[in-house]
């Protein structure tokens, strides 16, 4: 089974899907993304949908799922270059992925992910 | 195979030139031009119906596998005359013409079986009927199609995507807004902002006259897609009807930025992505 | 050369499901559909056939390319012999979770296609059908 590589930048963990993915290659994503994320203390993830022709209700559960261990973790985690034929069809789906953060593109993740890293700071 | 059906598979086999012959005299397609131009698609029809009946094609089903080859024809037949301008009734009436020329093959035909003529002549005319009835069909979807691709292109034409300012589209939509044009409107605007990278998109509702729970409902989706994809959204124009329209219907804005006019909205634009603007005195 | 105008495709596996979904695409792209409409047609059909599996226990998908007056469309069955839904009225509701905490998505994937069609009873196997037009 396939398991999608995770990179990591600094105290940044990106992650780019460009196949379509089985239910477990999800799943795998998932852990492995955790797993990192705590051994690696990174404090943003990036994933990078763009070349994600169909986001069905799993991936979109996992996106979610992502992001909420990775809140849990103390890391943020932006979703990057959705398609505009696939966020109208979550919205038709009724999934409008609640708490997951998303950006146009991988250099506005970026900010977003440095912002939220000196609100963070100053919060300490 | 009925015998009615052998006895025009026969005709169509042994007399298909002078069937198209005088098919095109039927149409009046007297002057050369004018047959040479409609020759082809006669031809290939009455080719077609040889082979459907030659696999045993039944009349009476005329959605079956069997039929698939003519009814394409007829299709397009159809599409093509739709397109061109000409009438259902022209369409059909290409159709129905076929009628004399297997008569005339039938009476030929069956010049020795005179039995087996009427109820021959009644599935020639009930299956050419249903022929034709198809062609108009057709004919009205076609139609049908081409003036919602009309409607489509003055869609596009009358609700431009402008790029306001680094960053900040804004789609002015004039009009009545149903489910059709709002999701036109929100797949162009989607990928305008994808491809110019704007941050912000100002929808401006000044121009359209009144907002049910439908046109809201498009509208909230609309904005929900661009913010999902990781922009933000601004509603300006919305004169004080509408927005007690709004809150009378109770709906819910889910906290989406809304100011009665575009300056507003460009106002909050600019503070939402960090440009100021100062007088130059 | 007349091209396939039906088939089918077993759902059993994972696999099978990223298959039906590649497949849809192949014959969305034959129809020419819109990109936001293949989009949609490819999601439902990836729900459906998610559903087929893991709530039906596994079985197919069929799929057949249709007209009506001139007008081209793709249909897609979604067929088991699986326990069947208790209470089709409540699945087809919005907000409904089945009994392992996730919903059949029904409502969600009826929005996004032309015709939605659903047979199911307990111990009836469940047979889901969707229609998208041109």
Redesign the interface.
């Known amino acids: 089974m396939e398991r999608i590589p995770i990179l990591r930048m600094g105290k940044t963990l990106l992650v780019t899907i460009q196949v379509d993915m089985q239910d477990q290659t999800a799943l795998a994503l998932q852990d492995d993304l955790a797993d990192k994320i705590a051994k690696s203390g990174a404090t943003g993830v990036m994933i990078d949908i763009t070349a994600l022709e169909i986001v069905d209700s799993f991936v979109g559960r996992m996106l979610t799922s992502i992001s909420s261990i990775a809140r849990i973790l103390s890391a943020t985690t932006v979703v990057v270059g959705m398609q505009p034929a696939v966020a109208i069809t979550l919205i038709e789906l009724g999934l409008s992925l609640e708490g997951v953060r998303t950006a146009l593109n991988v250099e506005r993740g970026m900010e977003l992910l440095r912002k939220s890293r000196q609100e963070s700071h100053l919060g300490n | 195979m009925k015998s009615e059906l052998q006895a025009i598979l026969s005709t169509l086999r042994d007399d298909e030139s002078s069937i198209v012959d005088t098919w095109l005299d039927e149409l009046g397609a007297a002057e050369p031009g004018a047959r040479r131009a409609v020759q082809p698609e006669a031809e290939e029809l009455v080719k077609l119906l040889r082979e459907a009946l030659a696999a045993g094609a039944d009349p009476d089903a005329m959605e079956s596998q069997a039929w698939?080859g003519t009814?394409h024809v007829l299709?397009s037949l159809?599409?093509s005359r739709a397109a061109r301008g000409q009438t259902a009734g022209d369409t059909s009436q290409f159709v129905l013409a076929l009628k004399k020329p297997l008569f005339n093959g039938l009476q030929r035909t069956l010049a020795s079986d005179p039995g087996t003529l009427m109820p021959s002549l009644w599935t020639v005319t009930t299956m050419v009927d249903k022929l034709a009835q198809r062609t108009v069909?057709?004919f009205?979807?076609?139609r049908e199609?081409i003036i919602k691709r009309q409607q489509e292109e003055l869609l596009e034409l009358s609700t431009p995507v402008i790029k306001l300012w680094h960053g900040v589209l804004a789609v002015p939509m004039i009009g009545i807004l149903d489910s059709n044009r709002t999701q036109i409107v929100?797949?162009t605007l989607?990928?305008k902002?994808?491809d110019t990278?704007s941050?912000l998109a100002i929808i401006d509702i000044t121009g359209v006259p009144t907002v049910d729970t439908l046109v809201a409902q498009h509208l909230l989706?609309t904005v929900?897609?661009?913010?999902?994809?990781?922009?933000d959204c601004i509603i300006s124009g919305i004169r004080p009807q509408i927005a007690q329209t709004i809150v009378h219907l109770g709906i819910d804005l889910q906290g989406i930025s809304t100011k009665a006019t575009l300056a507003d909205a460009l106002a909050l634009a600019f503070e939402k992505t960090g440009w100021r603007v100062a007088r130059s005195d | 050369m007349e091209t396939e105008r039906a088939g089918e495709l077993p759902v059993l596996s994972e696999q099978n499901i990223v298959a039906s979904r590649q497949l849809v695409r192949t014959l969305c792209q034959q129809l020419k559909f819109s990109l936001v409409d293949q989009t949609k047609m490819i999601t439902a059909a990836s729900e459906l056939s998610r559903n087929t599996l893991i709530h039906g226990g596994g079985g197919r998908m069929r799929w057949e390319l249709v007209e009506r007056e001139g007008r081209q469309g793709l249909q897609l069955h979604f067929e088991d012999e699986g326990p069947g839904i208790a209470d089709l009225k409540l699945a087809l509701t919005d907000g409904w979770t089945s009994g392992s905490g996730m919903g059949l998505g029904l409502p969600g994937s009826r929005r996004l296609v032309s015709d939605f069609q659903i047979d199911s009873a307990p111990g009836q196997g469940t047979r889901v059908s969707i229609t998208k037009w041109k």
């Open positions: 698939a009814r299709e159809s599409r069909a057709t009205q979807q076609a199609d929100m797949e989607l990928q902002i994808v990278e941050e989706k929900s897609a661009i913010r999902l994809m990781g922009a």
